[in-house]
């Protein structure tokens, strides 16, 4: 019987120290529990030094997931090289327009640079969506939808993938097995409704976030109004039947960049006839395109 509470107990210490900061596993543990009579809903992360999403006690609220979470905890920072590839190409006051911003990381990065005149952001799920308003309650200038963008409007399914609080999508698959309804409006609607209120005259920079919808987005959209983009981040993987649309629009803007650390670091420019290769890797990259409007 020592025996075994001695084995017992040394078999824990070491699962403990090889827990100890893997943070993924550990958090991915915790969404896989059963949980019949309470929950954490949230944590609270405060900053113990500056980061490019914070400053030094600065706190922030997230779900618990194996993605995003242990990400801010070992780094400090989300999607930084769309923030640095922001301040090294934005020339103009702009509007920055965040589809997917889900828990507004990358909104409250972007509220940093000074040529970012406004910010409006849309995020569907209504949980993460009162997170964002806590992580964004500092910003001015800011408008906040808590609805989402589709081809057509209307309370669609929306699939969630448990281990991961930013994998939200109107497209099922393997690892999104919880089913939510959710609020969506009219993306062309939308987007022309942005145009015509830009008084300003601000650029307006456009960044989607839709877990394999932002094709489906992309190719929607008509010439008049991404002619109009100054500039416009998707993330993309598989084209699927837009096809036609998506090259279309793609030869709408000027210059064409291409961000798959799997492939080269940082971010490269390319030409048209090179995009075609980046989707025979099979893997999810970022497209950032850009228009010379004066």
Request: with cysteine.
């Amino acid at each position: 019987m020592r025996l075994r509470r001695l084995i017992q107990k040394k078999s824990k210490k070491f699962i403990i120290k090889k827990l100890s900061n893997n943070f993924s596993t550990l958090f991915q543990a915790f969404n896989m529990s059963k949980r019949p009579y309470s929950d954490i809903p949230y944590v609270n992360v405060k900053f113990k030094k500056n980061s490019s999403l914070a400053k030094k006690n600065d706190d922030i609220l997230l779900k618990i997931d194996g993605v995003i979470l242990p990400k801010i905890l070992e780094t400090g920072n989300f999607d930084v090289f769309l923030i640095n590839f922001l301040k090294k190409k934005i020339k103009k006051n702009s509007v920055f327009v965040d589809i997917g911003s889900n828990h507004g990381l990358v909104t409250r990065q972007v509220s940093n640079i000074s040529l970012i005149k406004k910010i409006i952001y849309f995020e569907p799920v209504k949980e993460i969506f009162d997170l964002s308003v806590f992580n964004t309650k500092n910003i001015k200038n800011i408008e906040r939808n808590n609805y989402g963008w589709a081809k057509k409007e209307g309370y669609k399914l929306f699939f969630e993938n448990p281990s991961n609080s930013g994998d939200f999508s109107l497209i099922p698959s393997k690892q999104r097995t919880i089913k939510h309804k959710f609020k969506f409006a009219n993306a062309k609607t939308e987007l022309k409704k942005i145009l015509n209120n830009n008084k300003q005259k601000f650029k307006i920079i456009l960044k989607t976030d839709c877990q394999g919808y932002d094709i489906e987005l992309f190719s929607n959209f008509d010439a008049k109004y991404l002619s109009n983009i100054y500039m416009y981040f998707l993330e993309i993987k598989d084209i699927g039947n837009n096809k036609k649309n998506f090259y279309r629009n793609i030869r709408l803007f000027d210059k064409i960049f291409v961000s798959i650390p799997s492939v080269h670091n940082g971010i490269k420019e390319i030409h048209f006839d090179q995009l075609k290769n980046y989707f025979n890797y099979k893997v999810e990259f970022d497209l950032i395109l850009l228009n010379n409007i004066k």
